[in-house]
Nanobody, 117 residues
Framework: QVQLVESGGGLVQPGGSLRLSCAAS????????MLWYREAPGKQRELVAA???????SYRDSVKGRFTISRDNAKSTVYLQMNSLLPEDTAVYYC???????????WGQGTQVTVSS
């Protein structure tokens, strides 16, 4: 059994920054890819950023240059540093973690990010 706990969301003004964290615990022999998704009201969940097991990041175009994904394998944690936030970044953010050898992936509980003046 694997549990994911997210933290770091909140209310921020446009242009501000937030750092999201997602810590995994439980039976984790080896972490695979770690991802961040977001879901805005009335929209489908979309992939924001991903980082491979060997640390290679990728981003959706709308966040390139503003968001940075990173991971700390020793802490089984993935981070999303979000800078220059825009109102359109407002959404519930979910982490998604793949475990090597596990048939299922795992989701965090979601954390609300609101960008508003």
């Amino acid at each position: 059994q694997v549990q994911l706990v997210e933290s770091g969301g909140g209310l921020v003004q446009p242009g501000g920054s937030l750092r999201l964290s997602c810590a995994a615990s439980g039976s984790i022999p080896s972490l695979g890819a770690m991802l961040w998704y977001r879901e805005a009201p009335g929209k489908q969940r979309e992939l924001v950023a991903a980082i491979s097991s060997d640390g290679v990041p990728s981003y959706r175009d709308s966040v390139k240059g503003r968001f940075t994904i990173s991971r700390d394998n020793a802490k089984s944690t993935v981070y999303l540093q979000m800078n220059s936030l825009l109102p359109e970044d407002t959404a519930v953010y979910y982490c998604n973690v793949h475990i090597v050898g596990h048939p299922l992936d795992y989701w965090g509980q979601g954390t609300q990010v609101t960008v508003s003046s």
